[in-house]
């Protein structure tokens, strides 16, 4: 299934059962899987292969050559094969050329940079770097970089609240994220 207003340039291929949402750019020498899920506003760069097993939320940017894997342990012959699944959440932007590893959560806004390897599951609003990657500090629904002069109080959770100069977003990131959050900047 193909949503309406959805464009898919030469040298794609779109497998049997795979799902694409409404208004996504696939681009050109694209391969989509059998039973892959994309949603809607998705843009898919050229050279990128989305392998069974992995699901694409919305509003996702996929960078040129970005690879997928579906297999944690692959081998030519192994009878017993299963599929690892992966799930890039809503918002996310993955750079060209980075890997992910199969079995992972890439969390909802998150950044990952041109060709880092993932071998994590990624919290939400991450900035991550490198082989293997890890996060550097958080990033906004717009892609800006949460700063420290951002910073405008504690949530009744614990969580630190940042504001987006550029807008009127408001992020909130965990307790949990405090470590992470003295790197920002």
Not at 10 to 24: D, F, P
Not at 37 to 63: A, L, P
Not at 148 to 161: C, D, K, N, T, V
Request: with cysteine.
């Amino acid at each position: 299934m193909i949503g309406e207003g959805t464009k898919i340039w030469n040298l794609a291929q779109v497998r049997e059962r795979a799902q694409i949402g409404a208004n996504c750019i696939v681009s050109k020498n694209v391969y989509i899987d059998f039973d892959v899920k994309i949603g809607s506003r998705v843009k898919v760069q050229n050279n990128v292969s989305v392998y069974n097993g992995v699901t694409i939320e919305d509003d996702v940017f996929v960078g040129p050559a970005v690879t997928f894997t579906n297999d944690f342990r692959p081998r030519a012959v192994n009878p017993n094969w299963k599929v690892t699944e992966t799930l890039i959440r809503r918002g996310a932007s993955l750079g060209a050329n980075c890997t992910i590893v199969c079995g992972h959560t890439i969390g909802e806004y998150a950044m990952i940079a041109a060709g880092a390897v993932v071998a994590c599951d990624v919290p939400d609003h991450a900035l991550m770097v490198g082989n293997p990657a890890r996060a550097i500090g958080y990033v906004y629904k717009d892609g800006n970089r949460v700063l420290p002069q951002h910073f405008r109080g504690m949530s009744a959770e614990g969580g630190l609240i940042f504001g987006n100069p550029e807008n009127d977003e408001a992020l909130t990131l965990p307790a949990g994220s405090v470590r992470l959050a003295a790197h920002i900047g």
